[in-house]
Structures are given as C-alpha cells and as structure tokens.
C-alpha cells in the first residue's frame, strides 16, 4: 500500500518525454500532473551530494526533467523547453498548455547556482513564469533557508527525496523583487585600471562588448557589467574573506569538508584583517575611504547616504538571510521605525535594507536575541562612486559569488548602480518560511505601490545573441535609463 502511495505521489510531478525532448513519441496520459516539476543539480555542490541527488531524482521521475547544471545550462535547458510549448499549443495540444500552466521548477546547489537559474527566468521573460523551490546543497543556502527550505541538505536518499517533493506539492508561491546591477569602467588606455578577467566573473555578472548606438556608453575606453541578485550584494571585508575562502577551496577542495570548512573560514578572516584592523592590509580601509554612496528613496531624487566611518563592510539585502541564516537588519523598534522612516523589511517591497558593519566582532551580534547590524537605510536606488586613487581594488560579493574589483588609480571610474527591476516568483515551504511578503499584511498595498519600480527594456536585437550568453544580460536586466548615470 506505501508503493501504490507512493507513486500516485511521483505521478503528480510527472512530464512526457515529448514534452521535454521534442520530436519524440507523442504520449497520451490519462490524467494532467498537478505540480509537474523539472529539477536542476549542481552536482558540485555539496561534496559528493549533488552527484548522488542525480541518481535518485533520475530513480524516481522520468531522466529528461532532471538536469545536471555543469553539462546542460539552465538557460538552453529552459529556451527548448518553451519554444517546444509553443509548437505544441499551436498543434492544439493541451497536455502542454496544463504542463505550462502548472509548472515548477526545483533547483539543488548553492546560492551562486540558485540565482543562475532566477536570472535565466528573469532573461526568458515570460508571461507566467514558472515558481522555482530551493534544496540547500551550498555553504550559505541563504536563499533556501529564508523561504523555509533549510540550510543543510534533507537527504538524498529515495525517501527523503519523496518528502522533499512532497513539501514542493504543498508550497505556496511568493513574489519576490529582482535587483539588476549595471557596474561602469572609465579606463582609457593608459589607465591603470583593467577589467575583471573573465574565469573571475561570477555567474551574476556579465560583461557588454556591445551596447545600444543611442546609449551614452556608446563611446571608447568604457567597460560595462550588467547582472542582478535577489539575496544581497555585499562590499568590503566580509567579501574579502569569502573571496579568499572561494579561492582557497579552488587550490585545495580537501581542506573544505564538513566542520574543516568553518574552521578555515574562521582562519582567513584573522588573517585577513576581518577581527581587527591590519595596518598591513591596505584593503582594510573603511567603506567611506573607498566610495561615496548615494541612495534614492523617492523617484528621481538621488541623496548621499552618510557612512560612519568605523563601517568596513556594506550588505545590501533583499531577503533575511546573510552569512548562513543570520538577520543583519533584525526587528527595528516601533520607535525607531517612526524616528527614521522605516518599513518592515518585506521581500516583495522594491526596497533594499542597507546595513553596516564595523568588523567580525560586530557581526557576532547577530547570534544575540535582538542583535543587528548597523541600519544605514531602506532605498530602492543605491549607487556606489569609487574615489580616484583611494584603492587597487575592492572585493565584491553577489548572493554568495565573491570577486576582486579593479579600481582605477588616476584618470579612470567606476561606478556601481543598484536598481529595482521586477520580481520573480519563489515557493515557500509549508512551514519555517522566514520571508515575509507584504501581501501578508492589511496595510501593504501603499508601501507597494509607493516604492515598487516596473522593469524597463533598452537594447537592439542585434546584440540579443551574445547578451543571452551569461544570465542577466537579456531582456528584463536592461535599463532604459541608463542616461540617468553620468560617468
């Protein structure tokens, strides 16, 4: 009786082999799945993990709708599988509309990985996009672990891959924002300053050899990045040390198992400067020393945003989970909300929480009842200009991807602009969902509509080919006011 459960269970998350591989035997069903899913797998996550998580989704669902991220991209996976729903709708075939219509997609890796496949829905553009479930198989699983999902594997064996599948049948869907990120480089030839090396880029960020005639960066000695994120993008020593724990896992990936991999990461923030100011580490400079910010609260109102002189870090968060599951903007008071204007910290507000920190030290009181960081502001615009000569370089990080940013050392800019573009949809599990929405509350719809920015399309076809090479690069990470930025 538990097998006949079983798989009237594994039925509901059925697709066709014709449905995902076109040109195959058309197969009548005598029923439509009620939460087909299609699964992708970073099988380098997670040590040994994701491999074995293959084999057991390959064991329990039909082998076309589960996908190992490294040999077959989300991107190619997704553009096939729609442009097939297309021809089979116009054939008139409605197994594939109700397919469509019911779709959900899983994906099982890290947050670097989650957010590649966010930013391929984001590129497809789609009038009903599908809702996509997270497995933690990462280091942070920040993103799983703020829609309920964990952040530590549930299991890759037969049954705790069922139960899995079973809390994705029972999830509900949220909206979540998308923050696309446009980051420019004035480096003329005798600048000191070059791009970042390709291999560095993380999937999040994508670099433009081409941009629009009419658009102002249509000129010589620029470089442009375009990407986005929906967990956080960071700046400062807590990127630095994820940097030289990302690179340090390249060199040596034995060191990086179990509890070896927090007692390494704990070594390179001392030596990194991260728990007290090294006079050795030039990059140790406060986040001020570096950049002035600015931030735009209001529709075309750009101020500066003040930052303390002690802050060495700056994360900007969209979800409640930085750093392994911690809350760096916690619960302000309902004083403190009224003194600065401030607004529960919702998922789908189109606003940013900006939040500082001093050093390590300060960010252990984030595992104190009540702790936080330091609550700079809420702003659905922040833009990041970079003082001449003030560094060689800053470390960056997007939703768990970390990089080494060149900055220029005399005539040369750069200069980095977040902004709302859109949302996605997430599912929540059924229970332990950290996220929260502001349709949960009564009083939500204002604020939405008050801060909330639609996506916007700037671009000529022509560049559409190469654009769709990296995610967040097409369609819906394009920004028609990019004359707003002066360079």
């Known amino acids: 009786m538990e097998n006949l459960n079983s798989d009237c269970l594994l039925k509901e998350f059925?697709?066709?082999?014709?449905?995902?591989?076109?040109?195959?035997?058309?197969?009548?069903?005598?029923?439509?799945?009620?939460?087909?899913?299609?699964?992708?797998?970073?099988?380098?996550?997670?040590?040994?993990?994701?491999?074995?998580?293959?084999?057991?989704?390959?064991?329990?669902?039909?082998?076309?709708?589960?996908?190992?991220?490294?040999?077959?991209?989300?991107?190619?996976?997704?553009?096939?599988?729609?442009?097939?729903?297309?021809?089979?709708?116009?054939?008139?075939?409605?197994?594939?509309?109700?397919?469509?219509?019911?779709?959900?997609?899983?994906?099982?890796?890290?947050?670097?990985?989650?957010?590649?496949?966010?930013?391929?829905?984001?590129?497809?553009?789609?009038?009903?996009?599908?809702?996509?479930?997270?497995?933690?198989?990462?280091?942070?699983?920040?993103?799983?672990?703020s829609f309920g999902w964990g952040k530590k594997n549930p299991g890759i064996d037969r049954e705790s891959v069922k139960s899995f599948l079973d809390r994705v049948m029972k999830a509900r869907e949220m909206k979540v924002d998308s923050w696309h990120i446009i980051m420019r480089m004035h480096a003329p030839e005798d600048c000191s300053c070059d791009p970042i090396a390709l291999p560095e880029l993380p999937h999040s960020l994508h670099m433009f050899r081409r941009v629009s005639p009419t658009n102002v960066l249509n000129m010589?000695?620029?470089?442009?990045?375009?990407?986005?994120?929906?967990?956080?993008?960071?700046?400062?020593?807590?990127?630095?040390?994820?940097?030289?724990?990302?690179?340090?896992?390249?060199?040596?990936?034995?060191?990086?198992?179990?509890?070896?991999?927090?007692?390494?990461?704990?070594?390179?923030?001392?030596?990194?400067?991260?728990?007290?100011?090294?006079?050795?580490?030039?990059?140790?400079?406060?986040?001020?020393?570096?950049?002035?910010?600015k931030i735009m609260k209001k529709h075309g109102q750009w101020e500066k945003l003040h930052i303390p002189r002690s802050i060495r870090s700056i994360v900007c968060l969209n979800l409640p989970s930085f750093s392994g599951g911690l809350n760096p903007w916690g619960t302000p008071s309902r004083r403190k909300k009224q003194d600065r204007d401030l607004t529960p910290p919702f998922v789908d507000d189109g606003l940013l929480e900006i939040v500082g920190f001093k050093d390590a030290w300060h960010g252990l009181v984030l595992l104190t009842p009540g702790g936080h960081g330091t609550r700079l502001a809420q702003a659905h615009r922040i833009k990041f200009e970079f003082h001449k000569g003030a560094a060689d370089h800053a470390y960056m990080r997007m939703d768990g991807e970390p990089w080494k940013q060149p900055l220029p050392r005399d005539d040369g800019k750069v200069i980095v602009e977040i902004s709302h573009r859109g949302q996605i949809k997430m599912l929540a599990a059924p229970d332990n969902c950290i996220a929260k929405s502001i349709q949960d509350t009564t009083s939500s719809s204002s604020v939405a509509s008050h801060h909330t920015e639609e996506s916007c399309i700037e671009g000529s076809e022509d560049s559409e080919s190469e654009e769709r090479k990296k995610f967040g690069a097409a369609v819906s990470f394009r920004s028609s006011d990019d004359r707003g930025i002066i360079l």
């Open 14 to 145: 059925y697709i066709p082999s014709y449905i995902m591989v076109p040109d195959s035997p058309v197969e009548h069903l005598s029923y439509v799945p009620s939460y087909p899913v299609i699964v992708f797998i970073n099988t380098k996550s997670g040590g040994q993990l994701g491999g074995q998580l293959l084999v057991t989704c390959h064991e329990l669902l039909n082998t076309v709708q589960v996908f190992d991220v490294g040999k077959d991209a989300p991107d190619k996976v997704l553009h096939n599988l729609y442009r097939n729903f297309k021809r089979l709708k116009s054939n008139g075939d409605n197994l594939a509309a109700e397919i469509e219509g019911r779709l959900r997609l899983i994906v099982a890796g890290g947050d670097g990985t989650i957010s590649w496949l966010l930013g391929v829905i984001s590129d497809l553009n789609l009038a009903q996009p599908p809702p996509v479930a997270t497995m933690p198989l990462g280091t942070g699983n920040n993103i799983p672990y």
């Open 220 to 293: 010589e000695d620029y470089h442009t990045f375009r990407g986005g994120f929906w967990n956080y993008f960071s700046m400062g020593m807590d990127a630095q040390v994820s940097y030289a724990f990302h690179s340090e896992r390249k060199l040596h990936p034995e060191k990086f198992k179990n509890q070896l991999a927090q007692r390494t990461y704990l070594k390179l923030g001392c030596t990194q400067g991260w728990f007290c100011t090294s006079l050795c580490h030039p990059t140790s400079r406060n986040i001020a020393q570096l950049a002035e910010v």
